[in-house]
């Protein structure tokens, strides 16, 4: 169970992030939803070791994370994909996630062999056949999906998504649910950002809504879904005729 506690972060005169707290327990996809600034990402940041928060707590199965390096982290069993795409582009498709399911190896010293590994994600994730691509030439929604392969390959048990559907067909959005809610299915605690509703309210159990930093609303997609706060914050017509 991945648990954020009452955490703040502030750059200069923005408040980015207050007070926040929420919980994402292993088998379901919970979403974290909110306008463009809502501070999304930076939560993100602040439970992966990227941004130190003012203050507040990330706790992981009541580890207490908050002053551990991005690395030891990973170890311990986080992983995300980022809103700003960030594959090895001179890498093939293959070469990213071997990386990834390699380190995985080194830290562990067990557990599969990379290149199984490697080449059942891709297949997972459904770009297998191009896996001897270069990285750097994928259209946006392959990359977004290579991405996921790479954050599977450390084998996490929590795994953060920043808006993984951005870019995707409708197809492909499609096949991503799917996978969420199986790997939701294995026990894994998945936490989505997103901006495609119809992806959040198909995949997600619980649903924490951020605006200006807060938190404006959680709970079933349906009940957030007809919270009037919500609709006048962000989602407006788009989530009443979701
Ligand atoms: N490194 C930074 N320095 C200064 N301000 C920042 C920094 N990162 C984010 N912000 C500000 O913090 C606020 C939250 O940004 P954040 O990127 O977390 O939002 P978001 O919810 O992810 O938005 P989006 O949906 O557009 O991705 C915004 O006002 C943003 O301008
Ligand atoms: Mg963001």
């Known amino acids: 169970m991945l648990r954020v506690e009452n955490v703040a972060v502030r750059f200069g005169g923005v408040q980015a992030v207050k007070d926040m707290s929420l919980e994402c327990p292993p088998g379901r996809v919970t979403g974290l939803i909110g306008p463009n ?11 992966t070791g990227l941004q130190k928060p003012e203050s507040g707590r990330v706790l992981l199965d009541d580890r207490d994370l908050t002053r551990l390096p991005t690395q030891r982290r990973a170890r311990a069993g986080l992983a995300r994909t980022f809103q700003r795409l960030e594959v090895f582009g001179s890498l093939t498709v293959r070469e990213n996630v071997l ?11 067990k557990g599969d062999v ?29 990359a977004r999906l290579l991405e996921l392969a790479r954050a599977l390959a450390t084998q996490p048990s929590v795994l953060l998504l920043d808006e993984p559907g951005s870019g995707l067909s409708e197809l492909e959005s499609r096949a991503l649910g799917d996978l969420l809610l199986s790997l939701a299915a294995e026990g894994m605690s998945v936490l989505l950002v997103e901006h495609d509703v119809e992806l959040v309210m198909r995949v997600c159990e619980h649903v924490y809504v951020l605006d200006f930093g807060e938190l404006l609303c959680e709970g079933p997609p349906t009940h957030v879904q007809a919270d009037t706060r919500v609709q006048a914050a962000y989602l407006g017509a788009e989530l009443v005729t979701a």
Request: hydrophobic share 50%; no cysteine.
């Open 114 to 142: 990379p290149v199984a590994v490697a080449d059942l994600l891709l297949a997972r994730v459904g770009l297998s056949a191009l896996a001897d691509s270069q990285a750097g030439a994928l259209p946006t929604g392959s």
């Open 37 to 47: 600034g809502a501070g999304k990402t930076t939560l993100f940041n602040v439970i």
């Open 99 to 109: 990386l990834a399911a390699e380190l995985k190896r080194g830290w562990s010293r």
